[in-house]
C-alpha cells in the first residue's frame, strides 16, 4: 500500500468533518450535508473507521422476505426490465426493505461477486445508522429520492461508487421499500434517474392492483392516449362508490397531497357520474377512455372503469367471459366487423385448420385486429363453450411462470392461496390459450413455455399430480419472428411449434371496408346522437394512412365527436396533426422544410412520416422516458431540456427522431 493510498482516506474524513463544522466544501449538497452530520452527531460514526454491513443468515433474510412478500413479487420483473434499459453491467439493482435490508438484487455475476466483497449482497443491512450516508439508506431516512455520488459516501470504502434510490410507498401512502441503482459510474445519467422513477412507480401501481383485487378499477388521464398507461391516474373504488386507494398520478391531477386526503370520498365527488354509470359507459365504449368533467369543475378526463378482477392482475393474464348484450370484448378494433374478403378468407381458413388441433399465428400491426379474429376464430371454434383465455407474454414474470401456468396446490409456499389455484393452462382447458405479444417474451421463459405446449401436461405446485390438458392455440405479435429467430432473440423450435399456420392481418389503410368501418366506429362514440360528416373531413379520414390502425381511428373520433357541434364533424374537429398532414401531401418538399424546422437543425435528414423506420425496442425505450418527463413539466420544451441538462435544438431533434409531435397546446409555453 503506498502513502497516497493511506492518506486519501484521512483526507475524505478530515472532509467530512470539515463539512459538519461548517468549515467548507460548498459542493456538498444540502441533501449529503445533513446525513453527514446525523452519522457523526446521531449515530456517533467515525468516517477513519469504516463498518460493514451487517449480512443477516438464510433464516432471518427469509423472514423480512416474507413481511414484503408482496412487494418483492410485484417488483422483481420491474427491477429485471430496467437492469436490461440501463445496458451496464457494472451496475446492480436492489430493493431494500424499510429495515434497510437487501431482499432482492438484480446484476451481472462478475459484478455480483466483487460487490459480495464489499457487503453488497441479499441480506445485507444498509441502514444509514449502520454504513453511513448511502443510496438505500438515506433514501429511508429522507423518503425521497436521492442520489449518492461517489465522494458523497460517509466512509471513504465506498466513494468508488455512484447509487440512486427511490421510495417505495403502498397504496395507503407507507413507505414500504427503496428501489437503487448502485453502479461504477461516476455520475447517473439523466435518463437513468428517471426510469428509476418510472420503475418504482409501475411498482406501486402493481401492488395497488394486487392489493385491491375486490375493487373496481378506475383509469383516467386528461389527455385519452395516456390511459392504461403509466402516467394514468388510477382509483380503486368498492362497491359503494367510496374511493378506497389511488396512486400517485391520480393524486396529482386531482389536486390532493395524500391517499387519506381521498379516501372514503365518493366518486361523483370527483367526477359528474357515478360507479354503476362510469362501469356501463366502459363496457359500451369496449374499454375504451369516455369523457367525463370533473365535480363542480370544468375540467375533463377521459375515464375507464373496470369489474374488480377475479384473477392475478398482476400476471398480465385477463380472461375473456361472455359480455354484456351491445358490449364488445376487443380492446384494439372493438367495432371491427370481418367485412373485408381477405380476413374473412382467413378467418375460413384458420377455422378449419384451428379445428383440427394445429396451432394459429396471427401477424399485424398494433391495433389491426389481432385480439379481435382470435376471439371470433374461438367463437367459431369446437371448443367455444369452453373459456377464452388471454396472456400477455412480455409481462409474465419468470419467478412466477411455474406458478402462474401450472397453478399450485394449498400451502405450496408461502403467500399462496389457502385453497391452492388453478393455473393459467387448465383455465384453457377444452378451451382456447391466446398467447399475445409472444415476440416480446424473453429468451429465458421460452423455454419453458415450448415444455409447457409440448407436454400438454400440469404438474401444479407442490403436487405429485400431472393433469393432462387439452386446449387450442392462438399466438400473435407485431414483430418480425422469423427475423428475431436469425438474431437469436427467439427460439427456433419455438417458432415452428406456433406457426402451425401463419396469418397476416392487413392494416387499416389496406382493408376494403375502411368506410363502412369509419362509420360503425363513428356511431359507436357517438352513442345515441347522429352525426354527420363533412366531405372534405371525410376525405381526411379516408386516405391518412393509420399507424396505429384501428385503435388510432377511435382514439381520434371519439375526440371529433366530443368537438363536434351541431350533429357534424368537421375538419376543424379533427387533430391538428391530421389536418396538417392534409395540407402538406401535394408538396412533399414542404413538409420536408417543416420536419426539417421541427428538428431544429437544417443539416439534419429528414423522411416523410410514411417512410419512417420502426422503432427497436431502445428507441422505444427512450420514448416512453421522454413522454414521462414531457407529462411531468406538462409538456414544457425548456424545463425538459433543462431536467436532459441539453439544449432545446438538440431535445427537438430527439423528439423528431422518437415521432414525438409538439402539436400538444402546453407547448407552446415553452
Same mark, same amino acid.
Given at each position: 500500500m503506498?502513502f497516497?493510498?493511506?492518506l486519501?482516506?484521512?483526507?475524505?474524513?478530515q472532509?467530512?468533518?470539515?463539512?459538519v463544522?461548517?468549515?467548507?466544501?460548498g &459542493?456538498?449538497?444540502?441533501?449529503?450535508?445533513s446525513?453527514?452530520?446525523?452519522?457523526?452527531?446521531?449515530y456517533?460514526?467515525?468516517?477513519?473507521?469504516?463498518?460493514?454491513p451487517?449480512?443477516l443468515g438464510?433464516h432471518r433474510l427469509?423472514?423480512?422476505?416474507?413481511?414484503?412478500?408482496d412487494?418483492?413479487e410485484?417488483?422483481?420483473l420491474e427491477?429485471?426490465?430496467?437492469?436490461q434499459?440501463?445496458?451496464d453491467r457494472?451496475?446492480a439493482?436492489?430493493?431494500?426493505d424499510?429495515?434497510?435490508v437487501i431482499?432482492?438484487?438484480?446484476?451481472?455475476p462478475d459484478f455480483?461477486r466483487?460487490m459480495s466483497?464489499?457487503?453488497?449482497c441479499p441480506?445485507?443491512?444498509?441502514?444509514?445508522?449502520?454504513?453511513?450516508?448511502n443510496?438505500?439508506?438515506t433514501?429511508l431516512v429522507?423518503?425521497?429520492p436521492v442520489?449518492?455520488r461517489?465522494?458523497d459516501h460517509?466512509?471513504g470504502?465506498?466513494?468508488?461508487?455512484t447509487?440512486?434510490?427511490?421510495?417505495?410507498?403502498?397504496?395507503?401512502g407507507?413507505?414500504?421499500?427503496?428501489?437503487d441503482?448502485?453502479?461504477?459510474?461516476?455520475?447517473?445519467?439523466q435518463? +437513468?434517474?428517471?426510469?428509476l *422513477?418510472m420503475?418504482a412507480?409501475?411498482?406501486?401501481?402493481?401492488?395497488l392492483?394486487?392489493?385491491f383485487?375486490?375493487?373496481?378499477p378506475?383509469?383516467?388521464?386528461?389527455?385519452?392516449?395516456?390511459?392504461?398507461?403509466?402516467?394514468?391516474?388510477?382509483?380503486v373504488?368498492?362497491d359503494?362508490?367510496g374511493?378506497?386507494?389511488?396512486?400517485?398520478?391520480?393524486?396529482?391531477?386531482?389536486?390532493f397531497c +395524500?391517499v387519506?386526503? =381521498?379516501?372514503?370520498?365518493?366518486?361523483?365527488?370527483?367526477?359528474?357520474?357515478?360507479l354503476?354509470?362510469?362501469?356501463?359507459?366502459?363496457?359500451r365504449? +369496449?374499454?375504451?377512455?369516455v369523457?367525463?368533467?370533473?365535480a *363542480?369543475r370544468?375540467n375533463?378526463?377521459?375515464?375507464v372503469?373496470?369489474?374488480?378482477?377475479?384473477?392475478n392482475?398482476?400476471s398480465g393474464?385477463r380472461?375473456v367471459?361472455?359480455?354484456?348484450a351491445?358490449?364488445?370484448v376487443?380492446?384494439?378494433?372493438?367495432a371491427?366487423?370481418?367485412?373485408?374478403?381477405?380476413?374473412?378468407?382467413?378467418l375460413?381458413l384458420a377455422?378449419?385448420?384451428?379445428?383440427?388441433? =394445429?396451432?394459429v399465428?396471427?401477424?399485424?400491426?398494433?391495433g389491426?385486429g389481432k385480439?379481435?379474429?382470435a376471439?371470433?376464430l374461438h367463437?367459431?371454434?369446437?371448443?367455444?363453450? *369452453?373459456?377464452f383465455?388471454?396472456?400477455?407474454?412480455?409481462?409474465l414474470?419468470e419467478?412466477l411462470?411455474e406458478?402462474?401456468?401450472?397453478?399450485?396446490r394449498?400451502?405450496?409456499?408461502?403467500?399462496?392461496?389457502?385453497?391452492?389455484?388453478?393455473?393459467?393452462?387448465?383455465?384453457s382447458?377444452?378451451?382456447?390459450?391466446?398467447?399475445?405479444?409472444i415476440?416480446?417474451?424473453?429468451?429465458?421463459?421460452?423455454?419453458?413455455l415450448?415444455?409447457v405446449?409440448?407436454e400438454r401436461?400440469?404438474?401444479?405446485?407442490?403436487s405429485?399430480?400431472?393433469?393432462a390438458?387439452d386446449?387450442?392455440?392462438v399466438?400473435?405479435s407485431?414483430?418480425?419472428?422469423?427475423?428475431?429467430?436469425?438474431?437469436g432473440?427467439f427460439?427456433?423450435?419455438?417458432?415452428y411449434r406456433?406457426?402451425?399456420?401463419e396469418?397476416?392481418?392487413?392494416?387499416l389503410r389496406e382493408r376494403?371496408?375502411?368506410?363502412?368501418?369509419?362509420?360503425r366506429?363513428?356511431?359507436?362514440?357517438?352513442?345515441d346522437?347522429?352525426?354527420d360528416? &363533412?366531405?372534405?373531413?371525410e376525405?381526411?379520414?379516408m386516405?391518412?394512412?393509420?399507424?396505429?390502425?384501428?385503435?388510432?381511428l377511435?382514439?381520434v373520433l371519439?375526440t371529433?365527436?366530443v368537438?363536434a357541434d351541431g350533429?357534424r364533424l368537421?375538419?376543424a374537429?379533427?387533430?391538428?396533426?391530421?389536418?396538417q398532414?392534409?395540407?402538406e401531401?401535394p408538396?412533399?418538399a414542404?413538409?420536408a422544410?417543416r420536419?426539417?424546422?421541427?428538428?431544429?437543425?437544417?443539416s439534419?435528414g429528414?423522411?416523410?412520416d410514411?417512410e419512417l423506420p420502426?422503432?427497436n425496442?431502445l428507441?422505444?425505450s427512450?420514448?416512453?422516458?421522454?413522454?414521462g418527463?414531457l407529462?411531468?413539466?406538462?409538456?414544457? =420544451?425548456?424545463?425538459v431540456?433543462?431536467a436532459?441538462?441539453?439544449?432545446?435544438?438538440?431535445l427537438?431533434?430527439?423528439?423528431?427522431?422518437?415521432?414525438?409531435?409538439?402539436?400538444?397546446?402546453?407547448?407552446?409555453?415553452a
Amino acid at each position: 500500500m503506498t502513502f497516497s493510498t493511506m492518506l486519501e482516506p484521512k483526507r475524505h474524513a478530515q472532509r467530512v468533518y470539515d463539512v459538519v463544522d461548517g468549515r467548507g466544501c460548498g &459542493d456538498t449538497t444540502d441533501l449529503v450535508t445533513s446525513s453527514w452530520a446525523r452519522c457523526v452527531r446521531d449515530y456517533r460514526l467515525d468516517p477513519e473507521k469504516p463498518a460493514r454491513p451487517d449480512v443477516l443468515g438464510d433464516h432471518r433474510l427469509e423472514e423480512h422476505r416474507a413481511r414484503a412478500a408482496d412487494v418483492i413479487e410485484c417488483a422483481k420483473l420491474e427491477m429485471t426490465t430496467l437492469y436490461q434499459q440501463l445496458g451496464d453491467r457494472e451496475c446492480a439493482v436492489v430493493l431494500v426493505d424499510t429495515d434497510g435490508v437487501i431482499l432482492h438484487m438484480v446484476a451481472a455475476p462478475d459484478f455480483a461477486r466483487e460487490m459480495s466483497q464489499l457487503g453488497f449482497c441479499p441480506g445485507a443491512v444498509w441502514t444509514e445508522a449502520a454504513v453511513g450516508t448511502n443510496g438505500m439508506g438515506t433514501c429511508l431516512v429522507v423518503r425521497e429520492p436521492v442520489a449518492v455520488r461517489q465522494q458523497d459516501h460517509f466512509y471513504g470504502t465506498y466513494t468508488s461508487l455512484t447509487c440512486s434510490a427511490v421510495p417505495i410507498f403502498d397504496p395507503e401512502g407507507a413507505l414500504v421499500a427503496v428501489l437503487d441503482v448502485t453502479s461504477r459510474s461516476q455520475l447517473m445519467q439523466q435518463h +437513468s434517474l428517471v426510469l428509476l *422513477g418510472m420503475t418504482a412507480q409501475m411498482i406501486e401501481n402493481r401492488l395497488l392492483d394486487r392489493r385491491f383485487q375486490d375493487a373496481c378499477p378506475v383509469h383516467f388521464h386528461s389527455r385519452p392516449e395516456f390511459v392504461y398507461t403509466l402516467h394514468e391516474g388510477k382509483l380503486v373504488v368498492g362497491d359503494d362508490g367510496g374511493i378506497r386507494a389511488a396512486n400517485r398520478s391520480a393524486l396529482f391531477q386531482l389536486g390532493f397531497c +395524500s391517499v387519506q386526503d =381521498i379516501y372514503g370520498k365518493q366518486l361523483d365527488e370527483l367526477f359528474q357520474t357515478t360507479l354503476p354509470e362510469i362501469l356501463n359507459r366502459s363496457a359500451r365504449s +369496449s374499454f375504451h377512455p369516455v369523457p367525463i368533467f370533473c365535480a *363542480g369543475r370544468s375540467n375533463r378526463f377521459f375515464v375507464v372503469a373496470q369489474q374488480p378482477a377475479t384473477l392475478n392482475v398482476a400476471s398480465g393474464e385477463r380472461a375473456v367471459k361472455s359480455a354484456p348484450a351491445g358490449a364488445r370484448v376487443a380492446d384494439d378494433g372493438g367495432a371491427q366487423q370481418f367485412g373485408d374478403d381477405r380476413i374473412a378468407s382467413q378467418l375460413q381458413l384458420a377455422s378449419r385448420v384451428i379445428a383440427k388441433r =394445429i396451432p394459429v399465428l396471427l401477424h399485424g400491426e398494433t391495433g389491426a385486429g389481432k385480439e379481435v379474429f382470435a376471439r371470433a376464430l374461438h367463437d367459431g371454434s369446437p371448443y367455444a363453450s *369452453g373459456a377464452f383465455v388471454a396472456l400477455n407474454c412480455a409481462s409474465l414474470p419468470e419467478t412466477l411462470i411455474e406458478s402462474e401456468l401450472f397453478g399450485y396446490r394449498a400451502g405450496a409456499f408461502t403467500g399462496a392461496q389457502r385453497n391452492g389455484r388453478r393455473g393459467k393452462i387448465l383455465q384453457s382447458d377444452r378451451g382456447t390459450l391466446f398467447l399475445d405479444e409472444i415476440g416480446d417474451m424473453p429468451l429465458a421463459l421460452q423455454a419453458r413455455l415450448l415444455r409447457v405446449l409440448d407436454e400438454r401436461q400440469v404438474s401444479p405446485l407442490g403436487s405429485e399430480e400431472i393433469v393432462a390438458v387439452d386446449f387450442q392455440l392462438v399466438s400473435a405479435s407485431h414483430r418480425d419472428l422469423p427475423k428475431l429467430v436469425a438474431e437469436g432473440a427467439f427460439r427456433e423450435d419455438l417458432y415452428y411449434r406456433l406457426s402451425g399456420l401463419e396469418v397476416s392481418l392487413p392494416p387499416l389503410r389496406e382493408r376494403q371496408n375502411k368506410r363502412e368501418l369509419l362509420y360503425r366506429v363513428l356511431a359507436d362514440e357517438a352513442g345515441d346522437e347522429q352525426i354527420d360528416i &363533412d366531405p372534405d373531413a371525410e376525405a381526411l379520414l379516408m386516405s391518412y394512412p393509420w399507424p396505429g390502425n384501428l385503435r388510432q381511428l377511435r382514439h381520434v373520433l371519439r375526440t371529433a365527436v366530443v368537438l363536434a357541434d351541431g350533429g357534424r364533424l368537421r375538419l376543424a374537429d379533427l387533430p391538428p396533426a391530421l389536418r396538417q398532414r392534409a395540407a402538406e401531401r401535394p408538396e412533399p418538399a414542404a413538409s420536408a422544410a417543416r420536419l426539417t424546422v421541427l428538428s431544429g437543425d437544417s443539416s439534419a435528414g429528414v423522411h416523410p412520416d410514411d417512410e419512417l423506420p420502426a422503432l427497436n425496442p431502445l428507441q422505444a425505450s427512450e420514448r416512453a422516458v421522454l413522454l414521462g418527463l414531457l407529462e411531468e413539466q406538462r409538456w414544457n =420544451i425548456s424545463n425538459v431540456a433543462k431536467a436532459l441538462d441539453v439544449s432545446r435544438n438538440t431535445l427537438y431533434r430527439r423528439l423528431h427522431r422518437l415521432r414525438i409531435p409538439l402539436s400538444h397546446s402546453d407547448s407552446a409555453t415553452a
